[in-house]
């Protein structure tokens, strides 16, 4: 008798030990939770017209129409349908609105985490403003509330909560900045009692990136800030925004602001992270109930206005280059005038992506893709669109603000075996600083 052949691996991922019914009631509940009344606005304005799926990189670079952004939200139309729309209860008692069964739950974890980087392109792109990309964070939520989030995010999930970082804990990095201040002969001030800047660094910036994080350190020291970073609040990092496990990114963020305001800072500088922007600067105020005690910066903000105020000058470089707008730094938080304003004063000849600015595509990686190893076969998919206009130029340099932005373009750069490099506009500013 032959051996017989292994099940096919189950095409979905899930954590804990919920029976189905829980799971479904969990996300149900999560769901129902979010349906104020924007929300429901947004489920109830959709007219169909499908100017959503010419706007979403996987949909155009697959051409399957199951990737079509307002599609991804179908389990939680179906569950506002049946729970809390204005006639759920006639739809009920006529069988016209069924719940989400487990079934589609799973089914539709690869379309909310494999093929959306909440990068709001289709947002955008919707005559009836609905942000399609806020309404996938809803349904992540729900989707973390029953247990069936990608086994990779999952997991560095489990690492944010026990560490306060994906990347450290807080106690090693006093240890992590000696080594990197060594390296790139800086010095990195840490766990001062008092400063003014707080500054925060991206997962990547305490391994592969550390240069990003000295060069940051560069300028910092080269105006004489007073600033420091601090083992008890450092990471930006957006897991929790990411996989929908908002509770948690609630505790990553207030980390930040009180680690800020216990040590009387009235900045805090944020890396080039296109998600951490969203959460710390956008969501913050929202889980504090009021204005918040302390200003959040984005690192594009705070080169331009340094720049401008004349406390740093650059050697202008005088070649041509193209940028790549970060979803979350330039289309959802505003900063396409800023970047363009330091690649001027770095005197590049700048050549604009056939999709630039507000209208630009993402990376493909953002959201969690990029994190998510299933997923890299859609992401290399995506990543032909960028290639294509980046060449589409001729530029000579290609320029990012995001360094999970240049992680993803690197990782699609090799698999395409393409030679053009990623840069950061971080480390351009630094390498180029005037005395």
Known sequence: MGAMTPPAPAAFDRQGEQ??????????????????????????SCVRCGLCADACHFRISTGDPKYTPIRKLEPLRRAYL?????????LRAFGLAKRPTIEDLQEWQELLYDSCTMCGRCTTACPMGIDIAELVKVSRHGMFKAGL?????????????????????????????????????????????RADILVTAAPAELGEHTKSLADAAKILNRIGARWTMHSAGFDASNIGFNNGDLELQERLTRSLIDTAVKIGATTVLLPECGHAYGAARWEAAKWYGQALPVRIIHMTEFLDELLADGRIRVHPIG????????????????????????????????RELQDHGTAGFCCG???GVVSNQRAAPL??????????????????????SCGQCRITLEMGAQHASWNKRTESLLELVADNLAH
Request: glycine residues 10%; aromatic residues 6%; contains cysteine.
């Open 82 to 90: 049946h729970e809390v729309s204005p006639f759920a209860p006639l």
């Open 319 to 350: 070649e041509t280059a193209t940028f790549h707008d970060p979803c979350q730094i330039v289309r959802r938080g505003g900063l396409e005038a800023a970047a363009r304003r330091v690649l001027a004063a770095l005197g590049f000849e700048l």
């Open 149 to 193: 989030v990608p086994e990779r995010l999952a997991l560095m999930d489990r690492t944010a909560r026990q560490w306060g970082s994906t990347a450290t804990p807080g106690e090693d990095l006093p240890d992590i900045l000696a080594e990197v201040a060594a390296e790139h002969g800086v010095t990195i001030p840490c766990d001062l009692g």
């Open 379 to 400: 992401r290399h998919k995506v990543f032909e669109l960028k290639r294509l206009q980046v060449e589409a130029t001729g530029a000579k340099r290609f320029v990012t």
């Open 365 to 367: 990686g953002g959201g």
């Open 19 to 44: 029976d189905d019914t829980a799971r479904i009631d969990a996300a149900i509940g999560s769901f129902v939770r979010e349906f104020g009344v924007t929300a429901s606005l947004h489920l109830e």
